[in-house]
């Protein structure tokens, strides 16, 4: 039986669609560990939290916003190409 640590991202989930093409400037990288591409995910959801947490007590907010929506955008890449990655492995002999 395979443990946690066999399991890695495929690399195949592109995000940071920034200009008017569409087309992405960042990907997740192949070969991660699925433990350490998820609790980076982790840590970047705890920094989207802390930022919407101060946001929602007032102040200004338009720079804090758009850093959480950023990190937020990171943080589902990753769990989707872990995802990808666990599915992938699942359909392997």
């Known amino acids: 039986m395979k ?3 066999h399991f890695k991202t495929v690399g195949k989930t592109l995000f940071g669609r920034y200009d008017a093409e569409n087309i992405p400037l960042f990907s997740v990288r192949a070969g991660v560990s699925i433990e350490e591409a998820l609790e980076h995910a982790s840590c970047l ?3 989207v939290r802390e930022l919407t947490l101060v946001d929602s007590m007032g102040g200004d ?3 804090r ?3 959480a ?3 937020g955008e990171m943080a589902k890449a990753i769990i989707d190409d872990v995802t990808m990655g666990l599915k ?3 359909t392997r002999p």
Do not use: E
């Open 3 to 5: 443990t946690d640590h």
């Open 45 to 47: 959801m705890g920094c």
């Open 61 to 63: 907010a338009d720079v």
């Open 65 to 67: 916003v758009w850093s």
């Open 69 to 71: 929506h950023y990190l």
């Open 88 to 90: 992938h492995s699942r």
